[in-house]
């Protein structure tokens, strides 16, 4: 439900966007107050960038100042130092900070979150080093003066008012893209990494991609804001980029609310006003202007602690419990779910050659061979410890083996990662379900049609019939619109298998699918699997439930201490002897666990 | 012959500020072992262990020691303190919304500590009564030998702390996996609240001890807090040993550059060194390599 505004809502927040800019013109307003609109202005522009990095992706930035210094730096150095046209130098400066952004990114973002806020401090840290220090181009703290402006179609935009609506325009625009992102492709990759950065990965999301492109356009977001305010000062110096500004982007996006552009930018009036209504306290606490970045820090708390989604959270929820939206959806016209297998060759689908995986001194897994036949239940149990989830993470790409081959359909996939796997047709889910918990059942399971390779048409029309498809198939299709946190348990395990068979997949893993479900709700995916065989579909599962394991199996493969013991037809490896030693425990069995 | 003098000078320098950072960052690994999240706030923690010992010992004039014992008690209950009003409410959230609440802590510490007690920096007296020693043509400054030997003292007693005592063990314990420890009868909030505590007066000794050297000021933690950080990624990240080491070698390398290189940007060249290790080495020196649970 991301993307919908109702028609009031709709029509108040017109209204807000037009009654806004007209203040300064309307009312005879003191230059000063103009100034204000800038700041918030572009401020708010770079607040947009926070939103991206941090509201939809679920990563840090702690140098927003920074670039938003270098589209500034950009467009004064450019106008003053190099004469040349404002807007090649906003292009230059704005073009910088993005490949600053990328390279960031791409050296920090494959470590995680604390790696990217110690780094983006320290880049932060550099940036105002250096602008201070290299004189020669900075002009130190002295800053430089004198900044250009641009012309528009021979206009020339020296009035402040002019050119404060020029900057409104471009931040209306970027707020509407801002707001359309997450309903795209690309913003349903970032918030599914939010959500669940291993998930992503293996249905498909080239994370690392997602992450890094989410922060150069944070970057990018933050130098045009930067740029435009250098425009509208004329004056710059190191003091308006330093960390305590980066500081309050940071803060203006968490008050607002990091997941939305509205928040962003009611985060950013607020806090550029904040010291003005300061101003007005009464003399008893006119401390409190003495002490505001204090405040902001006791801000920062309190939002993490009482106001985790920020002032527009707090409308949205007000919202929703005035306005009981309706949840349940129109299922007419969902065609039926087309799961056509596009094997290359015969011989098996998956082939394990003599695989390993050791954990230090520990062997995991020992040297396995299975093959599992195209069109057949192949299922894969021992006891616990066995090495059944560590070589389900190696097929599906989260450990990369010790030793030996995975072959996925005749191509040795052992070395690729779990989202160029998802491309080539392996799918699974988690004994844990790992559902992106604040999207919607819908967006859940496009984000699994959207894997490279998916063979359906193109665009979001496609992608939004696929999911409809898929999550009808597991008779989920009238929940389509509820955000998957408040589905019970049984039904998130069926969404995460729509969420799957979206993504067409050659190959199906299971881990501990029917784990946590009632005697009904096994019957029901007793049958559930049996549907997918009949259409083809390969599918290779563990489970502990032997009920369930004989019913669903063509072939078994056990486990132990890391090695294969026995592998048959359901009936003759459940009576083999050593199976059942195996999981009647025989002495030396205590060590197994691990 | 002067070269070797004039480098070794350097190297002892080095040395005295990397024991600095190698104590703080040896607050964070703790930290980090524990709760799994970095404290933006550990170097504020140097920076309240310092306004607290210029408070009690040239506000109050209390005797040096007296007042070094208070600042670690006040230190102490602000581990305390922080505990309970940053990390404690949010233990349950992931590891963004208790970095980022620690970011809110360190800005507020900061800002509170600058309303009191003004921007000027505070001069602070040497433990020992006498400038130094000269050897061999290096002269050794009195408080960086203090230093020095107070980082080996206090990285020996973390040891013994950790591994000898059973309360380090069920700390340690509790660091490994909580849950386990929960079972095993371990009171994992108390545990915690002691690892903030212990760090918080780490935190502060380190800030003592440097407060003669640097000054004691307001920015004076996050700076150090920052190249601390730094040692940990360098070291290994939540290794023990690592921080330790990644803080003495930092320290060297920065006095090395400062004087062969360039002054100004002294403070660039310890995220420059942390740049390269990023790249080509990012798991750190005793790190394993960085791979995530499944």
């Known amino acids: ?594 | 012959m002067q070269f070797v003098t004039e480098n070794l000078q350097i190297l002892f320098t080095g040395l005295g500020l990397g024991s600095i950072y190698a104590l703080v960052a040896l607050g964070f690994v703790l930290i980090i072992r524990a709760t799994n999240v970095v404290n933006f706030a550990q170097g504020d923690f140097a920076m309240l262990g310092g306004y607290a010992m210029v408070l009690f010992f040239t506000g109050l004039g209390w005797p040096y020691w007296i007042a070094f014992i208070g600042a670690l008690l006040a230190m102490a209950v602000f581990g305390v303190l922080f505990n309970y009003g940053v990390y404690y409410p949010l233990r349950h959230r992931s590891f963004l919304p208790v970095l980022i609440s620690t970011l809110g802590a360190s800005i507020f510490l900061q800002n509170t500590v600058l309303y009191v007690a003004g921007p000027q920096p505070k001069p602070l007296d040497k433990l020992l009564n006498f400038d130094g020693i000269t050897l061999g043509g290096v002269f050794l400054d009195s408080q960086y030998i203090v230093i020095l030997v107070a980082t080996v003292a206090l990285v020996f007693f973390t040891f013994l702390f950790f591994e000898k005592t059973l309360l380090g063990k069920k700390l340690q314990a509790t660091s490994q996996d909580k849950d386990m420890a929960r079972l095993l009868g371990i009171p994992v909030a108390l545990m915690i609240a002691i690892t903030f505590i212990y760090s918080a007066v780490l935190g502060g000794i380190a800030g003592v001890l440097v407060g003669p050297i640097l000054f004691v000021s307001i920015g004076m933690g996050s700076i150090i807090a920052l190249k601390a950080f730094a040692a940990t990624i360098i070291g290994g990240f939540g290794d023990v040993k690592g921080a330790i080491v990644g803080g003495l070698l930092l320290g060297v390398i920065e006095s090395l550059a400062a004087q062969h290189i360039s002054v100004p940007y002294k403070d660039a060249y310890a995220f420059l060194a942390l740049f390269l290790f990023l790249l080509f080495r990012p798991q750190g020196i005793f790190g394993e390599k960085v791979s995530e649970k499944a």
């Open chain 1, 1 to 594: 439900m991301q993307n919908r505004i109702s028609l009031p809502a709709l029509i108040v927040l017109a209204i807000i966007a037009i009654a806004l800019p007209l203040i300064p013109y309307q009312l005879q307003v003191s230059t000063y107050v103009v100034q204000m609109f800038m700041q918030a202005v572009t401020y708010a522009i770079a607040v947009l960038g926070m939103v991206v990095v941090l509201g939809y992706t679920g990563q840090i930035n702690l140098a927003q100042a920074a670039f938003f210094g270098l589209g500034a730096y950009g467009v004064a150095l450019g106008t003053v130092s190099g004469g040349i046209n404002f807007w090649i130098s906003l292009a230059l400066g704005v073009g910088a900070a993005t490949v600053a952004g990328l390279a960031l990114g791409l050296t920090t973002l494959r470590l995680g979150g604390h790696y990217l806020a110690m780094i983006t401090i320290s880049f932060q840290q550099i940036f105002d080093l250096i602008l201070v220090n290299w004189v020669e181009v900075t002009h130190g703290p002295d800053g430089i003066a004198g900044i250009g402006r641009p012309s528009i179609l021979g206009l020339e935009l020296a009035d402040d008012k002019a050119y404060l609506l020029l900057c409104t325009i471009v931040l209306y625009a970027l707020v509407f893209a801002v707001w359309y992102l997450p309903s795209t492709r690309l913003g349903r990759a970032m918030r599914s990494v939010r959500e669940n950065e291993l998930a992503a990965e293996v249905v498909g999301v080239h994370t690392l991609r997602t992450k890094v492109i989410a922060f150069a356009l944070s970057a990018l977001l933050g130098a045009i804001g930067g740029a435009l305010y250098a425009g509208g000062f004329a004056y710059i110096s190191p003091d308006n980029f330093n960390f305590a500004r980066s500081i309050e982007f940071l803060t203006a996006t968490l008050l607002g609310g990091a997941q939305s552009p509205f928040g962003g930018v009611i985060g950013t009036v607020l806090i550029v006003q904040l010291p003005e209504w300061l101003k007005h306290l009464p003399e008893s606490l006119r401390f409190i202007k003495d002490v505001y970045l204090a405040v902001y820090g006791l801000g920062v708390i309190l939002i993490m602690v009482f106001l985790y989604e920020g002032i527009w959270g707090l409308i949205k929820n007000l919202r929703a419990k005035l306005v009981k939206t309706q949840v349940t959806t129109d299922v007419s016209g969902v065609r039926p779910l087309v799961l056509d297998v596009q094997g290359a060759g015969n011989g098996p689908l998956l082939r394990l050659e003599n695989l390993q995986k050791h954990f230090g001194g520990l062997k995991a897994v020992d040297g396995i061979d299975i093959d599992v036949q195209r069109g057949t239940v192949h299922a894969l149990i021992g006891p616990n410890g066995s090495g059944k989830t560590t070589s389900l993470n190696v097929v599906s790409g989260i450990y990369r083996p010790t030793g030996g081959k995975v072959v996925l359909d005749g191509e040795d996939v052992s070395m690729l990662k779990p989202h160029q796997r998802a491309g080539r047709g392996v799918g699974r889910t988690f004994q844990n379900i790992r559902l992106f918990a604040s999207l919607s059942a819908l967006e859940n399971v496009m984000v699994g049609a959207q894997r490279d390779n998916n063979p359906i048409p193109k665009g979001d029309k496609a992608l939004r019939d696929r999911a409809m498809s898929a999550l009808q198939f597991v008779g989920m299709a009238d929940r389509a619109h509820v955000i998957v946190r408040n589905l019970p348990y049984g039904h998130q395990r069926l969404v995460e298998i729509a969420r799957v068979l979206a993504g067409h997949p050659k190959l199906l893993l299971l881990d501990e699918p029917a784990a946590g479900l009632n005697q009904t709700e096994k019957m029901e995916f007793v049958e559930l699997l049996k549907r997918l065989r009949g259409h083809g579909l390969t599918i290779f599962l563990i489970d502990h439930d032997m009920g369930l394991v004989e019913k669903v199996s063509d072939r078994i493969t056990v486990l132990n201490f890391g090695r294969k013991i026995a592998e048959g037809a359901p009936a003759e490896v459940l009576r083999n002897p050593d199976v059942i030693a195996a999981y009647l425990g025989t002495a030396g069995e205590t060590n197994a666990a691990a």
